[in-house]
């Protein structure tokens, strides 16, 4: 049985895998696609950069897109956002 750990990177990469199959390339997230996936996935905390903002951050090797190891940069960025949201409650 797997734990909650491994169930959470199990959902980190289903994500991405969710907006990378869209243009049916498994290893990039094109800017629509990452577009598409902060409007659904996390709303609330990319707010305060846009879509094109957080494609050039994120998109380091300036290839086009963004490969899961970039995304992963994502995914901290947010999580430390989280975690510094819940310890405001």
Same mark, same amino acid.
């Not at 049916?24 to 290893?27: Q, W």
């Given at each position: 049985m797997?734990?909650?750990l491994e169930n959470a990177l199990d959902s980190i990469i289903d994500v991405y895998h969710n907006y990378s199959l869209e243009t %049916?390339? @498994? @290893?990039a997230i094109y800017k629509n696609d990452l577009k598409?996936?902060?409007a659904t996935e996390c709303p609330q905390y990319t707010k305060n950069k846009d879509a094109d903002t957080w494609f050039k951050e994120l998109d380091v090797n300036?290839? %086009?897109a963004v490969n899961f190891q970039e995304f992963l940069v994502f995914v901290i960025k947010v999580g430390l956002a989280a975690h510094?949201?819940?310890h405001k409650e």
């Open positions: 797997p734990t909650e %049916g390339n @498994h @290893h598409r996936m902060l300036n290839d %086009g510094e949201d819940i």
